[in-house]
T-cell receptor
Framework: SQKIEQNSEALNIQEGKTATLTCNYTNYSPAYLQWYRQDPGRGPVFLLLIRENEKEKRKERLKVTFDTTLKQSLFHITASQPADSATYLCAPYNDYKLSFGAGTTVTVRA | SAVISQKPSRDICQRGTSLTIQCQVDSQVTMMFWYRQQPGQSLTLIATANQGSEATYESGFVIDKFPISRPNLTFSTLTVSNMSPEDSSIYLC???????????????FGPGTRLTVL
């Protein structure tokens, strides 16, 4: 069956450090993969998209990698700030729809 | 981008009753999606609603329980019928804009409707 696994535990990091989040998927062949941010009580907000033929994508302090052989995407937040504290969702696109992982909650300490 | 509003933002309902959730978008969109999210869980797709056609339901969700309307390109409703406490969840509307960036289906989400069934 299809499965999306993100870091099972919450991530607590010091301000200024890099947070690295993992997304592993099984039985998907995604044409692309998206990452979303979700704050408590709000809907997810799109951050980045990476296609199957791309290895890496950057946007400001965010970086995403995509390894279709390993079936894995890594999401990095560099120079983290307390405002980056949120839950981050991985979403591979397959069969004309997005499927979402359960998310990893990141807390950045000042 | 698209700005999405949902009504109601929250509700507390009695078991056996029905609730209709509205989703309004500020621009025309192609696809509209309805998701359910329980605390600490991932988003689960209930159905995809295309204007002018029947909604497509995911495995485990049926039209009798979750009827959906999509009368135009900016509006949709989801009804949660004959509710039980297991239906307590956050229900989210999501859309894909008509003008897609690079052909990819980025989705925009509404703020959600928090439903509690007693």
């Amino acid at each position: 069956s299809q499965k999306i696994e993100q870091n099972s535990e919450a991530l607590n990091i010091q301000e200024g450090k890099t947070a690295t989040l993992t997304c592993n998927y099984t039985n998907y062949s995604p044409a692309y993969l998206q990452w979303y941010r979700q704050d408590p009580g709000r809907g997810p907000v799109f951050l980045l998209l990476i296609r199957e033929n791309e290895k890496e994508k950057r946007k400001e302090r965010l970086k995403v990698t995509f390894d279709t052989t390993l079936k894995q995407s890594l999401f990095h937040i560099t120079a983290s700030q307390p405002a980056d504290s949120a839950t981050y969702l991985c979403a591979p696109y397959n069969d004309y729809k997005l499927s979402f992982g359960a998310g990893t909650t990141v807390t950045v300490r000042a | 981008s698209a700005v999405i509003s949902q009504k109601p933002s929250r509700d507390i309902c009695q078991r056996g009753t029905s609730l209709t959730i509205q989703c309004q978008v500020d621009s025309q969109v192609t696809m509209m999606f309805w998701y359910r999210q329980q605390p600490g869980q991932s988003l689960t797709l209930i159905a995809t609603a295309n204007q002018g056609s029947e909604a497509t339901y995911e495995s485990g969700f049926v039209i009798d329980k979750f009827p959906i309307s999509r009368p135009n390109l900016t509006f949709s409703t989801l009804t949660v019928s004959n509710m039980s406490p297991e239906d307590s969840s956050i229900y989210l509307c999501s859309v894909t804009p008509l003008l897609r960036s690079g052909g990819a289906d980025t989705q925009y989400f509404g703020p959600g409707t928090r439903l509690t069934v007693l």
